[in-house]
């Protein structure tokens, strides 16, 4: 049973730079959330997708959207990055479709993103 | 912003003890969750407790949740070495169709072989 995954695992932009990250949800699971843990921080929730929209957004600028594919999957895109966006950035699966919201998270390892 | 607040921030044991971590939160929930992370990789799911619900247990973790008091702990009975991880309780606000969740400022727990 696939849990869920997270592409890169490690990733170095220069500062203005564009990125993006990829996440494939778990098996059986519509929406995908993610979050960015700094360093010695709790994550702090960016966004949530289910049926390929945005249907939650946390304090985050507009430099980070995201998608969600037919296919569940989903990206997260961050443009003109900071030094201050190096940060863990993790994906959590979920199904929300049975409209029951006492289901726990399935997380991915997160990829580390290190602006220079 | 982070809704958690987690005591103690740094915990240190022996092998066998036990260990208490507890949450602070400041709004209404609908259900209160602890996770663990490894060396800042992922989160791994350890337990949720619903808000009309005051103790869980899950092997030797047992979790309680005082909505009035708006704290939660997390105690982990008989530790090993392999509990060495930091520890975070997070909160499914309520009401709403999301269950977008509030992140504590987490515990580090390192237990000594």
């Known amino acids: 049973d696939a849990g869920v995954t997270q592409s890169p695992t490690h990733l170095i932009k220069t500062r203005g730079q564009q990125v993006t990250l990829r996440c494939s949800p778990k098996?059986?699971?519509?929406?995908v959330s993610w979050y960015q843990q700094a360093l010695g921080q709790g994550p702090q929730f960016i966004f949530q997708y289910y049926e390929e929209e945005e249907r939650q957004r946390g304090n985050f600028p507009d430099r980070f959207s995201g998608h969600q594919f037919p296919n569940y999957s989903s990206e997260l895109n961050v443009n003109a990055l900071l030094l201050g966006d190096s940060a863990l950035y993790l994906c959590?699966?979920?199904?929300?479709?049975?409209?029951?919201?006492?289901?726990?998270?399935?997380f991915g390892s997160g990829t580390r993103l290190t602006v220079v | 912003s982070q809704q958690g607040e987690e005591d103690p921030q740094a915990l240190s044991i022996q092998e066998g003890e036990n260990a208490t971590m507890n949450c602070s939160y400041k709004t209404s929930i609908n259900n209160l969750q602890w996770y663990r992370q490894n060396s800042g990789r992922g989160l791994v799911h350890l337990i949720l407790i619903r808000s009309n619900e005051r103790e869980k247990h899950s092997g030797r973790l047992r979790v309680t949740l005082d909505t009035s008091k708006k704290s939660s702990s997390l105690l982990i009975t008989a530790s090993r070495a392999a509990d060495t991880a930091s520890y975070f309780c997070?909160?499914?606000?309520?009401?709403?169709?999301?269950?977008?969740?509030?992140f504590g400022t987490g515990t580090l727990l390192a237990v000594q072989p």
């Open positions: 959590a699966s979920s199904l929300v479709g049975t409209g029951d919201p006492n289901y726990g998270y399935t």
């Open positions: 098996s059986g699971h519509d929406t």
């Open positions: 997070a909160t499914g606000p309520y009401g709403g169709a999301t269950n977008k969740l509030i």
